[in-house]
């Protein structure tokens, strides 16, 4: 799916086998998956330690507010790395 | 040199298989201890590692830095104590995946794998029909696999199906991408024979030849064309038809290790059988971070400095590490050149050889040897003092 075209009511939550933890190691969160390992960069690790049936919006609302920041730009962040990481399978919408 | 931290544990935790397929990448050896080179100390014993030791072996990997384990073998299944490593494993908040024949898998277990913390299962298949699969098998086990499959995806566990691919069963790639698709899996691993341990020994009956290559990498093309966003498709080239070599292990004690049954750490699962004269440390007498770390096997070729010319001034030194240290061992004899898939390599006329026996053999079929089970001794012999 493109980016600008996911809806504010898209329910983002990780794809089957992929799995959110955090390395202690290099501080960091990492995606773990079958034979792969991805490392989260800060902003990453903000939106899928949210992926738990919460909607896009919310997600982008308690962002906005957490990071006083405006909501509009980090829509497109959200909405772009949420689509790359489906793009990979690592993510699907509800 | 900064030691890098490992990612990955290759846990094979018994060389016994109810297969017997001839490209399988555990050592021939008959006997794991035959060969006299491990350290001769209190403490070593050449039975399988028990379960109190794997579960200390996993929590060290953690600790360590390790975030994945592979469950293999062998057959992982013949352990007893599989679901209780993989609750050690989840508890060390390691990812778990198990590589299996499915053979000896039935719903109950399948529940308790999975009921333990169980990520996902790799299955092994030899071809897409049960005449041909059960012939490189030498045992009859495809139809059972047909079985377990719909099963693992209805205990809502990840499936891969893994293909190990070769002469006598290239020509069916895409009857066993449909079967993959048939069966729901989320992803499937084509992959080109390797040649080492039994393959090794079974080159000529296993290497497909130029034409069979050619086709099947278009077919894998293809399908992963057509299946995208469906089934992940990673198809695995033969090597010894590329020019340049693999980056094997992303680089020898830099983000992998394996620990065998008896509890030898390799860089490499098929290092063992493929360089004679490394010395093999074991989780009987000293620790992971140790061997990680200091030993003499893992920091053998770390880095970029054990390398011999073309590589030492070759721009992609860091990027295929010198490719293969096991098949620089078995094709030269010297772990330490150039792997001689390279095309730079002074040893390439070995790999063409090769090549040129198969492709000139006017469609005559090797044949091939059945692997067998190396043995260990099948209890633990406490207290027995070698050396």
New interface residues.
């Given amino acids: 799916m493109a980016a600008t075209t996911i809806s504010d009511l898209a329910r983002p939550s990780l794809a ?2 992929v ?1 959110l ?1 955090s ?1 202690s ?1 290099m501080g960091k969160s ?1 995606l ?4 792969g ?1 991805v490392e989260l960069n800060e902003t990453a690790h903000e939106i899928l330690s949210r992926c738990d049936g919460r909607t896009l919006g919310e997600i982008i609302c308690e962002l906005a507010e957490e990071y006083e920041a405006d909501s509009n730009a980090l829509a497109a962040d959200v909405r772009n790395t949420l689509s790359d990481l489906q793009q990979r ?1 690592l993510i699907e919408f509800k | 040199m900064t030691v890098p931290r490992p990612y990955a544990l290759l846990a094979e935790i018994t060389y016994r298989c109810p297969l017997h397929c001839p490209y399988c990448s555990n050592p021939v050896a008959a006997s794991l201890c035959e060969a006299p080179r491990r350290p001769q100390r209190g403490g070593y014993n050449n039975g399988e590692l028990t379960t109190e030791e794997w579960k200390r072996v996993i929590r060290e990997a953690a600790a360590l830095g390790v975030l994945q384990i592979g469950l293999s073998g062998g057959e992982p299944l013949a352990r007893r104590d599989l679901a209780e490593l993989i609750r050690a494993a989840r508890e060390a908040k390691l990812y778990t995946n198990l590589i299996t024949s499915g053979i000896g898998l039935d719903d109950d277990r399948l529940c308790a794998l999975r009921d333990a913390g169980l990520d996902s299962i790799q299955l092994s298949f030899q071809s897409d029909e049960s005449s041909l699969a059960d012939e490189i098998a030498g045992a009859r086990a495809h139809e059972r696999k047909l079985d377990i499959a719909p099963k693992i995806r209805a205990a809502g566990i990840p499936l891969s199906l893994n293909f190990v691919i070769h002469r006598r069963n290239i020509d069916r790639l895409s009857q066993m991408i449909d079967l993959a698709e048939r069966l729901g899996a989320e992803r499937v691993e084509l992959a080109n024979v390797q040649f080492y341990g039994w393959a090794f020994r079974n080159r000529a009956a296993l290497l497909p030849t130029h034409e069979q290559v050619d086709r099947a990498r278009d077919l894998a093309n293809a399908a992963k064309a057509r299946l995208a966003g469906k089934i992940d498709i990673f198809y695995v080239l033969p090597d010894y038809y590329e020019t340049r070599p693999k980056p094997c292990l992303n680089g020898w004690g830099r983000r992998y290790l394996t620990v065998n049954p008896i509890g030898d750490v390799l860089p490499c699962p098929t290092a063992s059988s493929a360089i004679p004269d490394l010395r093999l440390e074991n989780v009987r007498i000293r620790d992971l971070h140790w061997i990680w770390q200091e030993s003499a096997s893992f920091n053998r070729f770390r880095g970029t400095e054990w390398m011999p010319e073309p590589c030492r001034s070759c721009p992609q030194r860091e990027i295929d590490f010198g490719g293969c240290r096991c098949q620089a061992a078995l094709l030269t004899g010297n772990a330490a050149l150039t792997d001689p898939v390279c095309e730079f390599s002074p040893n390439r006329a070995l790999v063409d050889a090769v090549l040129c026996d198969v492709n000139s053999a006017n469609g005559r079929l090797g044949e091939w040897t059945y692997r067998v089970n190396p043995t260990t001794s099948s209890r633990s012999e406490s207290g027995r003092a070698l050396g």
């Fill in positions: 089957k086998g799995r933890q390395d190691t990492v773990l998956y079958p034979e390992i399978k």
